[in-house]
Nanobody
Framework: QVQLVESGGDLVQAGGSLRLSCAAS????????MGWYRQAPAKQRELVATFTTGGVTDYTDSVKGRFTISRDGVKKMVYLQMNSLKPEDSAVYYCNARHKWFSATDYWGQGTQVTVSS
């Protein structure tokens, strides 16, 4: 059974930092590109950051220079370090695992809430 379990969401003041974690189980971690998405109320889910199996990272423009994605293949963990948080970063953050060869094979976590107060 595949599970992606996020943690680390919280209420934080603008300018603060949070570190989100995603624990993966039931997948061969090295075969999956990992990503973080977010969805704010009344908005579409958007891609925040990705970390491919080849070691390539990418970020949406609004978080470049503030967020850092990382992954630990031994622990099967993915992290999102978020610094200089802004109120517009408030959203539910979701962890995603997408097979590097079969993109239709992807999995989602249940989400973790991040709220940034001004």
């Amino acid at each position: 059974q595949v599970q992606l379990v996020e943690s680390g969401g919280d209420l934080v003041q603008a300018g603060g930092s949070l570190r989100l974690s995603c624990a993966a189980s039931g997948i061969t971690f090295s075969f999956y590109d990992m990503g973080w998405y977010r969805q704010a109320p009344a908005k579409q889910r958007e891609l925040v950051a990705t970390f491919t199996t080849g070691g390539v990272t990418d970020y949406t423009d609004s978080v470049k220079g503030r967020f850092t994605i990382s992954r630990d293949g031994v622990k099967k963990m993915v992290y999102l370090q978020m610094n200089s948080l802004k109120p517009e970063d408030s959203a539910v953050y979701y962890c995603n695992a997408r097979h590097k060869w079969f993109s239709a094979t992807d999995y989602w976590g249940q989400g973790t809430q991040v709220t940034v107060s001004s």
